[in-house]
């Protein structure tokens, strides 16, 4: 099993930038793919950026793919996601997602791909 603990999250104003934190641990080993979700108020909940943790390749939503960056730091499997200029749509609980499965027919942001998730971080601009 892994345990996935988000960070980073408050309330902060439009236009600056945000890094969330994902510490990961358990058996971190089995983890081939991370990302990030996010659900805004009255929302569904909607991917965000995804990581295959061995080879590094990301995903990104369109929504959001000129504002975010997701990363790793695989000595303290942290996950990052980094927002820039945020706006009061961004405004959400964005949770951590792991899966341990390399290839699967589900598509790459959705839910259902994920089989980890943490217990999310809250950001609200306004």
């Known amino acids: 099993q892994v345990q996935l603990v988000e960070s980073g999250g408050g309330s902060v104003q439009p236009g600056v930038s945000l890094r969330l934190s994902c510490v990961s641990s358990?058996?971190?080993?089995?983890?081939?793919?991370m990302a990030w979700f996010r659900q805004g108020p009255g929302k569904g909940r909607e991917g965000v950026a995804r990581?295959?943790?061995?080879?590094?390749?990301?995903v990104y939503a369109d929504s959001v793919k000129d504002r975010v960056t997701i990363s790793r730091n695989n000595v303290n499997n942290t996950l990052y996601l980094h927002i820039t200029s945020l706006r009061p749509d961004d405004t959400a609980m964005y949770y951590c997602?792991?899966?341990?499965?390399?290839?699967?027919?589900?598509?790459?942001?959705?839910?259902?791909?994920?089989?980890?998730w943490g217990q999310g971080t809250q950001v609200t601009v306004s």
């Open positions: 358990g058996d971190t080993t089995e983890i081939y793919y």
């Open positions: 990581l295959n943790v061995r080879f590094g390749n990301t």
């Open positions: 997602a792991a899966d341990p499965r390399p290839s699967s027919k589900v598509p790459t942001l959705s839910v259902e791909r994920y089989q980890n």
